[in-house]
């Protein structure tokens, strides 16, 4: 074997195949960079915003001014499309959470921390007593859910797929009916 077709076999070898190498199938998903603390950033940054350890906000970039601080975001995504989505729509957020803290003019004003709950659209300002509060009514709602869950299991066992052919014969159907009755309105 000469080195042209050596080199060719072994570029062919390397070119993507689109699939994902068995192999690298089990591997965990890489998370995404965390947002660098204010600990991480170090005394001179904390003194210099007046922050807290914990906060994850930049208060020299587009965060803002001290004053208030939030700790790192907790996401749960939602493990399907919205009803009206598309199956290729990203992943959407069902609940955001992190803590939040308001200290600007503490002295004046106080401290005033909360978890800030953000649920499809719906925002909260939980308290630690709220925050228990909402742990207990998910958790009494996830057991409700597995009881759902297991219905649905049942229920959907006569389930089966669309016959294309008979949706585009439907819909055209409907289209034709629509436009004779826009006709029919249009020569009144």
């Given at each position: ?6 080199n ?8 993507p ?20 603390t204010?600990a991480?950033r170090?005394?001179d ?14 208060h ?42 308001t ?11 909360k ?74």
């Amino acid at each position: 074997m000469n080195a042209a077709t050596s080199n060719a076999n072994i570029a062919s070898a390397l070119a993507p195949t689109g699939k994902t190498h068995p192999l690298l199938t089990d591997l965990p998903a890489v998370p995404a960079p965390s947002p660098i603390t204010a600990a991480q950033r170090g005394g001179d940054w904390i003194a210099l915003y007046d922050c807290v350890g914990w906060c994850t906000l930049d208060h020299a970039g587009t965060d803002g001014q001290p004053g208030w601080h939030q700790g790192p975001l907790l996401t749960a995504l939602a493990p399907a499309p919205n009803v009206n989505g598309l199956p290729t729509d990203e992943p959407r957020s069902l609940f955001e959470a992190r803590v939040t803290q308001t200290r600007e003019e503490a002295a004046v004003w106080g401290i005033d921390s909360k978890i800030w709950l953000d649920c499809g659209g719906e925002s909260m300002e939980l308290t630690v007593a709220a925050t228990d509060e909402f742990i207990a009514s998910t958790e009494a709602f996830l057991l409700k859910l597995r009881g759902l869950r297991d219905h649905l299991a049942v229920v959907s066992r006569d389930d089966f797929p669309a016959d294309e052919a008979k949706k585009a014969a439907y819909m055209a159907a409907q289209d034709t009916r629509i436009k004779a009755i826009d006709a029919a309105r249009a020569g009144e």
